[in-house]
C-alpha cells in the first residue's frame, strides 16, 4: 500500500449524516484522488486533486466534498445527499501530474462505509 | 461504460498453469496500465505499457498491447495460490490536457494450490 494512509478502515454512519475519510500520503506527490468501487465493478473517480488549494469533479462527485489544504492530506467527506454511500473508497496518488499521464499510482487500504 | 472492459470476469486454474486476462478499450490511449487488487485492499501496480510497445515483461508477467484492436492480455506464467486476486487495467487517453485514469471491471482469479 506504499506511503498512503487511510482511515478508519471501517466506517459506520446512520442514514442523514455527514462522514469524512481521512487519506495522508508521505510520498511527495503532487497529485491525489478519491475513487469508489462497488462489488464486482471497477473504480469510479469521485474527486482529484493536482497541486495544493486545487481539486477537480471526477465522474461521480455529486454528494461528495473534499479539501486540499495541504500536499500530505486529501479528505473524503460523504455528505447526507449522497443517495448510495456504502461502498468501498480508495485514495490514491501519484508523483505529478503529467499530459497525459504515465505516472504509477499508489493506492491506500482502503475504507470500508456501511450506511446504516 | 467503463473505458477498459476485462475478460473473463472470473478465472479459476490450478497453481502452475498459466492465467490469462484480456482487456478492450474503445478510444485512442497513450499508456495502459494493469493492476492488482488483493480482497479488502488498495490496488498495486503490475506494469505499464505505452502505446508504441507491443509486448513487455516483469517477472512472470507478459503484457500485450494491439492497439488496432484496442486491447490488452495480460498473461501470469506459472501461477501460485499467491496470485489469487482480482487484476485490472486502466487506460490512459491520448488527448491533450490532463486525461484521467479509467479503470475496467476487473477479472478475478483465484489460483488454487
Known amino acids: 500500500d506504499g506511503g498512503i494512509t487511510q482511515s478508519p478502515k471501517y466506517l459506520f454512519r446512520k442514514e442523514g449524516q455527514n462522514v469524512t475519510l481521512s487519506c495522508e500520503q508521505n510520498?511527495?506527490?503532487?497529485?491525489m484522488y478519491w475513487y469508489r468501487q462497488d462489488p464486482g465493478q471497477g473504480l469510479r473517480l469521485i474527486y482529484y486533486?493536482?497541486?495544493?488549494?486545487?481539486?477537480q469533479k471526477g465522474d461521480i462527485a455529486e454528494g461528495y466534498s473534499v479539501s486540499r489544504e495541504k500536499k500530505e492530506s486529501f479528505p473524503l467527506t460523504v455528505t447526507s445527499a449522497q443517495k448510495n454511500p456504502t461502498a468501498f473508497y480508495l485514495c490514491?496518488?501519484?508523483?505529478?501530474?503529467?499530459?497525459?499521464?504515465?505516472?504509477?499510482?499508489?493506492f491506500g487500504p482502503g475504507t470500508r462505509l456501511t450506511v446504516l | 461504460s467503463q473505458q477498459g472492459e476485462e475478460d473473463p470476469q472470473a478465472l479459476s486454474i490450478q497453481e502452475g498453469e498459466n492465467a490469462t486476462m484480456n482487456c478492450s478499450y474503445k478510444?485512442?490511449?497513450?499508456?495502459l496500465q494493469w493492476y492488482r487488487q488483493n480482497s479488502g485492499r488498495g490496488l498495486v501496480h503490475l506494469i505499464l505499457?505505452?502505446?508504441?510497445?507491443r509486448e513487455k515483461h516483469s517477472g512472470r508477467l507478459r503484457v500485450t498491447l494491439d492497439t488496432s484492436k484496442k486491447s490488452s492480455s495480460l498473461l501470469i506464467t506459472a501461477s501460485r495460490a499467491a496470485d489469487t486476486a482480482s487484476y485490472f487495467c486502466?487506460?490512459?487517453?491520448?488527448?491533450?490536457?490532463?486525461?484521467?485514469?479509467?479503470f475496467g471491471t476487473g477479472t478475478k482469479l483465484q489460483v488454487i494450490p
Open positions: 510520498l511527495n506527490h503532487d497529485a
Open positions: 486533486s493536482q497541486i495544493v488549494n486545487d481539486f
Open positions: 486502466a487506460t490512459v487517453p491520448n488527448s491533450g490536457g490532463y486525461q484521467k485514469v479509467t
Open positions: 490514491a496518488s501519484s508523483r505529478r501530474v503529467q499530459k497525459p499521464s504515465t505516472d504509477t499510482q499508489y
Open positions: 505499457i505505452r502505446s508504441n510497445e
Open positions: 478510444t485512442s490511449i497513450n499508456n
